[in-house]
């Protein structure tokens, strides 16, 4: 059973930072491609942040400088440092891992205050 769990969600003031985390469990971590995604209320699920199986990164426009995703093969884990938070990053953070198939966790809210 594919397991995604997230972590380190919660409310920070404006230019705070929080790290998230997502452990997984049930797939061949290593090969898959992993990703950070977010919905804000009344918004569609936008891609933040995704990191490949050879560790290369990509980003939205909007977070460029100010976040990082990176991964932990050897424990199953995920992370987006988020630095420099704005008002506007408040949202569900889901984890994502895609390669034949696509697994998402439950979310982790972030609430930024302003």
């Known amino acids: 059973q594919v397991q995604l769990v997230e972590s380190g969600g919660g409310l920070v003031q404006a230019g705070g930072s929080l790290r998230l985390s997502c452990a997984a469990s049930?797939?061949?971590?290593?090969?898959?491609?992993m990703g950070w995604y977010r919905q804000a209320p009344g918004k569609q699920r936008e891609l933040v942040a995704g990191?490949?199986?050879?560790?290369?990164?990509n980003y939205a426009d909007s977070v460029k400088g100010r976040f990082t995703i990176s991964r932990d093969n050897a424990k199953k884990m995920v992370y987006l440092q988020m630095n420099s938070l704005k008002s506007e990053d408040t949202a569900v953070y889901y984890c994502n891992a895609f390669r034949w198939a696509n697994y998402w966790g439950k979310g982790t809210l972030v609430t930024v205050s302003s």
């Open positions: 990191i490949t199986s050879d560790g290369s990164t």
């Open positions: 049930g797939i061949i971590f290593s090969i898959n491609n």
